[in-house]
């Protein structure tokens, strides 16, 4: 009597086990979940660390030549050897040429001679090592005062990108973006806003 | 020969009946060619058919399911008394719950596919061919172990059906083990349901531990009610005979189960209208409105007086043991809990959604045609099963030899 | 599923017997319960012609039917694949399509950075990742959804996404955009029943569209609202399309299926930056490599103060804000 009982209790067993396993087994299949130990993957380095310092230290910049007004310069033909207009360093509003440009830099910390060098106007004024910075590379100008977004700047963590992130990628000069005599941005326009959802009456009249 | 004698037997009696017979499943099969040509237009078009939306992304279709799985568990609370109290007024009747319990399944079943984006895909999902995502997904361990419940509500009941038909007795020890284990799996069933929602973490109104807690205790409320109301029907339109006492019997557990829902319903308030952060959000829009936006509220609130109304009825024995009280307590508590666990649970879940934006949901035409469909199959083969299976348990069905005289174990050929 | 139930009945019928319990044997005896085979075969006429239907109403090809997840694809098959998407595409949208497939490159993880301090809310990411990305016009899908603050707090209930000024930014604002974060513990992932959606080696947690099911479970799951549903056929003009794509991003889907922001997976995988990041005015956004100590991204999260969204759901994105002065 007693091995009548245990066969079908024992096939149950194994038909329950036998289930259960073709189902884990079979159903998760060959794919496994992917995991990334992303603390551990921090701290792997890619790129010799003197070699990136080396690189950020220096003067020129994979900068394009985005093309700078063409009345930029030479502002020697004015002011130049031939009418050398005496510099005056107080700071006024009426200026006799120049009257289209509306300054609303910095208010009363910054005015036209703060930026443009007195000495030669093609040029911008100098870095402590004395030499003049041309219109090209303006931004170092303005990392003299705004250092921080200047850093940010260099690393990439300010301002456009656009290119690869892996390999060349598109700088846009300070001035590129800021207008220097007004460097506030306007606002803009925003685009539409995402259509909204239909509510229950909506759904409602829609069947 | 003797098979098809079965299906002649069969179709004969399915197709045979009273006035109420007749217009009972013709009303259920027009009402489900209703559903099922929605449904056709819902294919066609895409799920843009349905009110659901990428804020609210279930809806209708997913709490009835919730609300099905229910009652297909409660089955349950019918086995444990009558096989481990070898209660015998329960015993007798057990067969009519499993036979609830497989069609609640198959409702289940469609309403999942109802609300599948591509059905079509469904080899996917069977493990070998497809990939099923055990043990990560919640969903993946839901079809396993309801189709697995499926199949024991299935075998089970045929085989004492089988032995009955050809008039032979039951071997108990073969069955009982296949018994035993419907008990705890009719309990995971539910528990795997309550856990899709549980386990998901963006959803803070599910995300509570109370949820399997409370899943199961409204299963045992709605399920059983729908059980006595089942019976009583049975008991009027055949010859099955069921005692009073396993009505009542059964009402008073359903008393108990309320008590605990609501007891639970209460601990949730509790935590979160005290504790008052976001997370009171979604239970506030489902009682109270939020933001103006209040569409469930109506309903959740008399789902809640249902509810305790109908505990009340069930609690005192007068009128547990009344069967005007006691039905309309049954309808009382299948309206609320119907309420409260279908899209009383499924809405809020995704209000507010999870960038904090209120965006409510309502079912469409189509949608509610496609559910009165479903209801309205599972009901027609609910019926259909209960015409062939309760004239064998009764013994009136049996295996006939060719002269129309019931073959008795033992005899020849 | 009702085929596997008959055999189990069968099989146990049959255990029942050999262990010769007192059931009697009848030599012209059923292998297994009638009523079983009955419902079994109604459900599965029904089931059969069910699914007949839906091929007919999906208009999918059988090859799409039967085409394997991306994953288990071998290689002839994925080349297949593709060749068979880019004809479809073609005489859908009259140009030549690309779908590539290229792989995660070597020790790359991705990281995505927002300066929130920058973020004037103008949208134009949002549209520009429209275009780029081929999603549905009508019924509109956007990736991208740029939340507004009250200056004070980020109360996400609080939020709108619907402002719509003359100008932005508004005083008394801020804003900040939200999509997919890309989580290296994504719970999205985690719940699809069929695997339909992974995270790639290189951190993009992505779909493939054709074996997803539509269950839109992991959008229950997203805390980020970051998966979006095709409720129908999506809505593309044929002149707006962007044939350059990748099989698991910007291909054009189909309806019923689940789409996500993948970081613009054929852009970045060749090294371009992702279209959100390349059209943001005011260079608010910013893109690379987690695992290269040089990469913009890498040098935020060491010089500013980055913050993630939902920290406590420990789903670790990999989308960062941070502030810079």
Redesign the interface.
């Known amino acids: 009597m007693k091995g009548k009982i245990v066969i079908p209790k024992v096939a149950l067993l194994f038909f329950a086990l036998g289930l259960t396993g073709l189902v884990l087994g079979l159903g998760t299949g060959s794919i496994r979940a992917q995991s990334q130990d992303m603390g551990a993957a921090l701290e792997a380095d890619t790129l010799d660390e003197t070699q990136a310092s080396k690189l950020e230290s220096e003067r020129e910049f994979p900068v394009p030549l985005t093309p700078l007004p063409k009345t930029i310069t030479p502002c020697r033909a004015c002011h130049g050897p031939e009418k050398d207009f005496p510099v005056n360093f107080k700071r006024r509003e009426d200026l006799l040429v120049h009257k289209n440009l509306k300054l609303n830099h910095g208010g009363v910390r910054v005015w036209c001679l703060d930026c443009h060098n007195p000495d030669d106007r093609n040029y911008l004024l100098p870095l402590s090592d004395g030499k003049p910075i041309d219109f090209e590379h303006s931004y170092l100008l303005c990392g003299k005062c705004h250092g921080t977004k200047f850093r940010d700047w260099r690393s990439g963590i300010h301002g456009r990108r656009t290119g690869k992130w892996n390999g060349e990628k598109t700088y846009y000069r300070c001035v590129t973006c800021h207008d220097p005599h007004s460097p506030k941005f306007k606002p803009i326009e925003p685009m539409p806003p995402p259509r909204r959802p239909w509510t229950p009456k909506e759904t409602k009249a829609r069947h | 020969?003797?098979?098809s004698g079965?299906?002649f037997e069969?179709s004969r009696r399915l197709v045979t009946g009273g006035a109420v017979y007749y217009f009972w499943m013709t009303l259920l099969t027009i009402l489900a060619i209703v559903g099922i040509t929605s449904y056709?237009k819902q294919?066609?078009?895409?799920?843009?058919?349905?009110?659901?939306?990428?804020?609210v992304?279930?809806g209708l279709y997913i709490g009835n399911f919730t609300f099905l799985v229910g009652v297909a568990a409660a089955a349950v609370l019918l086995i444990i008394p009558a096989y481990l109290y070898d209660f015998g007024p329960i015993k007798e009747i057990v067969i009519v719950a499993e036979v609830l319990a497989v069609c609640a399944l198959?409702m289940c079943l469609m309403f999942v596919t109802a609300?599948?984006?591509?059905?079509?895909?469904?080899w996917?999902?069977i493990?070998?061919l497809?990939?099923?995502?055990?043990?990560?997904?919640?969903?993946?361990w839901d079809?396993?172990v309801l189709?697995?419940y499926?199949?024991l509500n299935?075998?089970i009941p045929?085989?004492l059906?089988?032995?009955a038909y050809?008039d032979?007795?039951v071997?108990m020890?073969?069955i009982l083990?296949?018994i035993l284990?419907s008990i705890p799996w009719a309990v995971s069933i539910h528990t795997v349901t309550a856990f899709?929602y549980n386990?998901?973490?963006?959803?803070p109104f599910w995300n509570a531990s109370i949820l399997a807690p409370r899943f199961l205790a409204s299963a045992f409320c709605s399920g059983p009610a729908l059980v006595i109301l089942l019976y009583q029907l049975v008991r009027r339109y055949t010859t099955f005979h069921v005692k009073d006492e396993a009505l009542f019997k059964i009402a008073e557990m359903i008393a108990i189960a309320m008590a605990i829902n609501l007891f639970l319903l209460g601990a949730e308030f509790f935590k979160e209208v005290y504790s008052d952060t976001?997370h009171l959000?979604p239970l506030q829009y489902l009682y109270q409105g939020l933001h103006g936006k209040g569409?469930l509220v109506p309903w959740i609130r008399t789902a809640l007086v249902f509810n305790v109304v109908a505990f009340v009825i069930f609690l005192i024995p007068a009128t547990r043991k009344n069967f005007a009280t006691l039905n309309l307590g049954c309808v009382l508590i299948i309206v609320g809990i119907w309420i409260e666990k279908g899209m009383g649970l499924i809405v809020p879940?995704?209000i507010?959604?999870?960038?904090?934006?209120v965006?409510?949901?309502?079912?469409?035409?189509?949608e509610i045609l496609v559910s009165i469909g479903i209801w309205s199959i599972g009901l027609l083969?609910l019926t259909a099963?209960l015409k062939?299976?309760l004239p064998i348990e009764t013994g009136e069905f049996k295996k006939t030899g060719l002269d129309g005289v019931p073959i008795h174990?033992?005899g020849g050929? | 599923m009702s085929d596997q139930t008959d055999s189990f009945s069968k099989e146990n019928s049959n255990s029942a017997r050999a262990s010769g319990s007192e059931i009697v044997q009848r030599p012209d005896s059923q292998p297994t319960d009638n009523r079983t085979v009955l419902s079994d075969r109604r459900t599965f006429l029904a089931g059969a012609a069910g699914l007949l239907g839906m091929i007919a109403v999906s208009s999918c090809t059988w090859q799409e039917f039967f085409q394997n997840n991306f994953r288990r694809m071998s290689k002839e098959e994925i080349e297949q694949t593709v060749h068979r998407l880019q004809e479809e595409y073609k005489k859908k949208y009259g140009k030549e399509f690309v779908v590539g497939t290229e792989a995660p490159l070597d020790a790359t993880l991705f990281g995505y950075g927002l300066d929130i301090q920058r973020c004037i809310g103008c949208r134009r990411c949002v549209y520009g990742c429209v275009e780029e990305n081929n999603q549905s016009r009508d019924p509109q899908i956007h990736y991208i959804r740029v939340l507004r603050f009250r200056d004070g707090n980020m109360d996400l209930e609080q939020s709108d996404i619907y402002y719509d000024p003359e100008e932005v930014p508004e005083k008394g604002y801020y804003y900040m955009p939200v999509q997919c974060q890309h989580c290296a513990n994504p719970p999205c992932t985690k719940v699809c029943p069929v695997q339909a959606t992974w995270t790639e080696p290189d951190g993009i947690v992505v779909v493939d569209y054709n074996w997803c099911i539509g269950c839109r479970y992991c959008m229950a799951a997203c805390p980020y609202m970051g998966r979006w549903f095709n409720f129908t056929d999506p809505g593309i003009p044929k002149d707006q399309v962007n044939p350059n794509t990748h099989y698991l991003g910007n291909r054009p889907r189909m309806r019923n299926v689940v789409e996500k922001c993948t970081f613009c997976i054929q852009r970045v995988r060749q090294g371009i930056y992702p279209k959100c990041v390349e059209v943001c005015p005011v260079g608010a956004r910013k893109f690379g490599n987690l695992l290269d100590p040089n990469s913009e991204i890498s040098k935020i999260i060491k010089t500013k103060r980055v913050f993630r969204l939902k920290e406590e759901l420990n789903t670790q994105p990999k989308f960062y804000y941070f502030f810079s002065i």
């Open positions: 020969m003797a098979r079965f299906i069969t056709m294919l066609q078009v895409g799920l843009i058919a349905t009110g659901m939306q990428n804020y992304s279930w198959l609300d599948l984006g591509r059905p079509d895909r469904f996917h999902l493990p070998g497809g990939i099923l995502s055990l043990p990560r997904s919640l969903l993946a079809i396993v189709n697995g499926l199949f299935i075998a045929g085989y059906l089988w032995n050809h032979r007795p071997n020890r073969f083990p296949f284990l899709i386990g998901l973490a963006a959803r976001h959000t569409m879940g995704f507010p959604a999870p960038l904090g934006e965006w409510e949901y309502a079912p469409t035409t189509i083969l099963i062939i299976v174990a033992g050929l």
